[in-house]
């Protein structure tokens, strides 16, 4: 059977027909979404999973992966398996500490028409956004906070601030989570920075030594305060209750001498001479033939008579 020249060409134009549809036929897999290009104007309507049929050359399909999750370094990159820090990856605190900080930005896809074509370059615009919200975010933070207990709350901080700038950009990309690899100072003034941790360590040492110092010494002190306190007042009593006592003796004598004024003075005279007789010395001067001779005479001291008052 022989084949003609017409025959032939009708052959190669279906065989190219046939190539140009193969070449046609796209596939969504079941991850990913696709924006249609036609003539380089974007088509609304994304590409769901499944086969899809778009002429080649006139429209053209780009695939991104959208339940995929991506991780974005920020302040460093990685080569042969190791975090290199850049340069430029050093930023204030608020109390004017230089710290280097990295991140490690995962993310989502969440519209792939603004991710491929509302903007340019969206994963610079990503970085540039995260470096953005970490400089305004430490701006606002203490050193202390962002190297102990408040790296959590700063890097939600961090995340939303980032997904607002770049919901503000109309990126297209969800912000899934942040993690700190490092905040730490950069080495040329980690030799000071260790210091001032040192006197900060030192500083809270000496702080609780004088707290517990002071709680030894305050109760303690507290406790001779009430000793000397309610030694004065039991003292206070007592020369209270003898001055009264004083006072009541007096008032009775006072009455028994407004009774008998004569008897009352001649008594007391006598009292006190007895009082003080015991304690006279006497000396007796007696002429002699050898000349004159003192001798000394001791009174013995007289008993106290029953019922008299003591001196």
Known sequence: MRTGPGHVARLLVLL???????ASTYTVRPSELAVVL????????????????????????????????????????VREGKEIPLEDTLWLTGDTNVLSVRVALQYQVSDPFRYLIGTAESPEILRRATETAITEC??????DDVLTTGRAAL????RKRTQSLLDAYGAGVHVVSLALRSAEPPP???AAFQDVQDARSDREKLVNQARGYANEVVPRARGDAETLTSGAAGERNRRVEAARGDADRFAAVRSEASRAPELFRQR???????????????YVIEPG??????????????????GTAPP
């Open 155 to 158: 890097l939600e901080r961090v």
């Open 138 to 143: 430490l701006a606002s933070a203490a050193v």
């Open 188 to 190: 040329a003034v980690i």
């Open 16 to 22: 190219a027909f046939a190539g140009w549809c193969a």
């Open 268 to 282: 007391v005279y006598l009292e006190t001479l007895d009082r003080l007789m015991p304690r006279m010395r006497v």
């Open 38 to 77: 036609r003539f380089g104007t974007p088509v609304p309507e994304l590409l769901r999973p499944g086969l899809h049929f778009c002429p080649r050359g006139v429209e053209r399909v780009v695939r991104v992966e959208a339940t995929r999750t991506f991780t974005m370094a920020v302040g460093f990159e």
């Open 289 to 306: 033939e050898g000349g004159t001779r003192l001798r000394l005479v001791q009174r013995a001291p007289a008993k106290k008579a029953a």
